[in-house]
C-alpha cells in the first residue's frame, strides 16, 4: 500500500471511539466514520511502521445492520457517528469496544455490561452551534461544523439530539441575523462579529439560557433579536438570554465578560432530587436523564460510606459529592475551574448539605494541603485522564476502596495498568451509555486493594457451617 492510492475493502468491525478496521492484500487499514459491514472505497493517507490509517471516500455496499438516520443533516454534519446503527447494535458496538481495550490489561475484568440511555433521541441539554458559511462566500450560516472541515458551517435544523426548543431558538436566530445583515467573526482574518450561539436546557424544569457569543468589533442594539426569541412558542420558558464577548483568536467559546439582556444568567436542573445551579459555562452532564443512570450506578458501586471520608477528586460542580454527601461523614471536591467549584459550593447550600468541601486547584498540587485523609475516593477525570503523578499521590492514600468513572475507555485503560501495579483490583466494572448516535460513552469500575480482597475471599470460605441445625 502506498500513500494516496485507492482501494476497496469490507469493514470488519470498530474500534473505539469510530475507526473502521479492515484488511486489504493482508494489511490492517484504519478508516474513520467507517460501520461494521459497509464494503468501501478509501484512500491512504498515512503508512507508519506498518500501519495504514485511510479516509472514507464512498460507502459502495450498505451494511446488513443500517438502517435509515432519522436525521436528514447525517454524514454532513460532524456531530453523530452511528444515527444508522439501531440504538441496540449502538450498544453492543460501545460495549464490544470498552472491553476489548480493557481485557488485554485486565484479562478477568468482570464485566456486567452496557446500560442504555433513558432516551436515545433528544437527550442533549447543551448544544454549541457555530456561525459561518456552508460554502467561501456563501449565505450566514448557524450549526455544526461540516465533518472533517474546520470551517464550512452546516444548518442543522432538524437536529435529532436536540428538542424542538433548541431547533426553534436556532432557526429564529439564524432568520434574524441573515435579516439585520450581521457578518460572522471570520477565523481567518479574524474579522467580523458573530461567533457562536449556546443554548442550554434542563429536562426537568424545562427552563433555557441562551448565549449569543460575539466579537468586540461592532456595535450591534440585540435586543430586537430578544424580541423576536421571546415571541417563539416554546415548550420551556426562558430563564435568561444573555450576551458573551469573545475576542479569542481561537475558535473555542471564551468569557471575556457577559450582559444580560433578559432574565438571569443561571437556570436550574434536578437529579436525582437535588437542586443545581447551572451556568452557561458551568460543566453539566449533557444527558439529564443519562446522568442520573450513571450517578445512581456509581452510588451503587461506591456502596456503604457511613462515618466516612469521600474524596470526590475532578468533581466539577459537585454532583457526585451532593450526591454522596447524605451518606458520609465528610466529602472533599477537588476541581481546577474555580466557577466550577463555586457553582458547587452555591449548589451543596441549597440542597442543604453542610458536610460538602470543595477546592479549586489542580488535584496533583491540592492533595498536598489537605489535613483529613480519605477513607473512599471516587474518580472523574477529564477526557485525557489522570497525571500519572497526581494518580501516584491518590494511589498512597492506600484507600481500601476506590469508584473510578471514565469518559474515555482508552484513558481508563491506561491508568488501570499502574493502579493494578500498585495492588488495586477489578471488582466489577459496566458502562453507562450518555451520548446515543455518537462513539462516546462512560465508563465506571470499582476498584479494591488486592490484600483486603483475598482476606475477604478467605474470611468467606473460613466461616465454619452451623451444625446446630438437624434438619
Known amino acids: 500500500m502506498k500513500k494516496g492510492q485507492i482501494y476497496e475493502g469490507t ?8 475507526k473502521g478496521v479492515l484488511k486489504v492484500d493482508g494489511e490492517k487499514v484504519i478508516v474513520k466514520h467507517a460501520i461494521a ?18 479516509r472514507l471516500l464512498e460507502v459502495l455496499e450498505k451494511s446488513p445492520l443500517e438502517i ?3 436525521c436528514p443533516h447525517f454524514g454532513i454534519c460532524g456531530g453523530c457517528e452511528f444515527q444508522t446503527l439501531p440504538y441496540e447494535e449502538q450498544l453492543k458496538m460501545k460495549g464490544a469496544q470498552v472491553r476489548a481495550l480493557l481485557e488485554p490489561v485486565c484479562p478477568e475484568i468482570p464485566f456486567e455490561g452496557i446500560i442504555p440511555s433513558p432516551v436515545s433521541e433528544k437527550y442533549r441539554n447543551k448544544m454549541e452551534f457555530s456561525f459561518g458559511d456552508a460554502y467561501k462566500g456563501g449565505p450566514l450560516s448557524l450549526g455544526m461544523h461540516k465533518r472533517g472541515s474546520f470551517y464550512d458551517v452546516v444548518e442543522v435544523e432538524d437536529c435529532q439530539i436536540v428538542d424542538e426548543d433548541f431547533r426553534a431558538i436556532l432557526s ?4 434574524y441575523f441573515r435579516e439585520a445583515g450581521i457578518p460572522f467573526f471570520q477565523k481567518m482574518r479574524h474579522e467580523g462579529y458573530l461567533r457562536h450561539l449556546l443554548v442550554r436546557k434542563a429536562a426537568k424544569t424545562q427552563e433555557i439560557l441562551v448565549d449569543l457569543v460575539t466579537s468586540t468589533q461592532m456595535e450591534v442594539d440585540l435586543q430586537p433579536w430578544v424580541t423576536r426569541l421571546l ?3 416554546l415548550k420551556g420558558c426562558f430563564a435568561g438570554i444573555l450576551h458573551t464577548k469573545n475576542d479569542s483568536l481561537a475558535d473555542v467559546v471564551q468569557n471575556d465578560g457577559t450582559d444580560i439582556l433578559y432574565g438571569q444568567d443561571y437556570f436550574y436542573e434536578e437529579l436525582l432530587g437535588l437542586k443545581f445551579k ?7 452532564q449533557t444527558n439529564s436523564l443519562g446522568a442520573e443512570v450513571l450517578y445512581s450506578k456509581a452510588r451503587e458501586y461506591v456502596g456503604d460510606t457511613k462515618d466516612q471520608i469521600i474524596f470526590d477528586l475532578y468533581s466539577g460542580t459537585g454532583t457526585i459529592a451532593q450526591i454522596l454527601a447524605p451518606v458520609a461523614k465528610k466529602v472533599v471536591g477537588v476541581e481546577i475551574v474555580e466557577e466550577a467549584v463555586e457553582a458547587a459550593k452555591v449548589n451543596a447550600g441549597m440542597n442543604g448539605l453542610t458536610n460538602c468541601e470543595f477546592l479549586a486547584g489542580d488535584v496533583l498540587k491540592v492533595l498536598d494541603t489537605i489535613e483529613e485523609k480519605p477513607d473512599f475516593i471516587v474518580l472523574d477525570p477529564p477526557r485525557d485522564g489522570i497525571h500519572p503523578k497526581a494518580l501516584s499521590k491518590i494511589i498512597d492514600y492506600g484507600v481500601e476502596r476506590m469508584v473510578y468513572i471514565s469518559c474515555k475507555p482508552t484513558s481508563l485503560a491506561r491508568d488501570l495498568v499502574v493502579l493494578q501495579e ?4 477489578v471488582e466489577r466494572c459496566c458502562c453507562v451509555d450518555m451520548f ?3 462513539g462516546n460513552i462512560e465508563t465506571i469500575c470499582e476498584l479494591q486493594k488486592r490484600l483486603i480482597r483475598i482476606l475477604n475471599i478467605k474470611k468467606n470460605f473460613s466461616t465454619k457451617p452451623d451444625l446446630t441445625n438437624k434438619n
Request: hydrophobic share 25%.
Open 68 to 70: 435509515e438516520s432519522p
Open 231 to 233: 415571541a417563539l412558542p
Open 436 to 438: 446515543p448516535g455518537t
Open 278 to 284: 447551572i451556568s452557561p459555562f458551568s460543566f453539566f
Open 37 to 54: 459491514g459497509q464494503k468501501i472505497s478509501f484512500s491512504i493517507t498515512k503508512k507508519r511502521k506498518g500501519k495504514c490509517e485511510g
Open 172 to 175: 429564529c436566530t439564524l432568520e
Open 422 to 425: 500498585r495492588g488495586y483490583q
Open 11 to 18: 469493514v470488519e468491525h470498530v474500534s473505539f471511539p469510530n
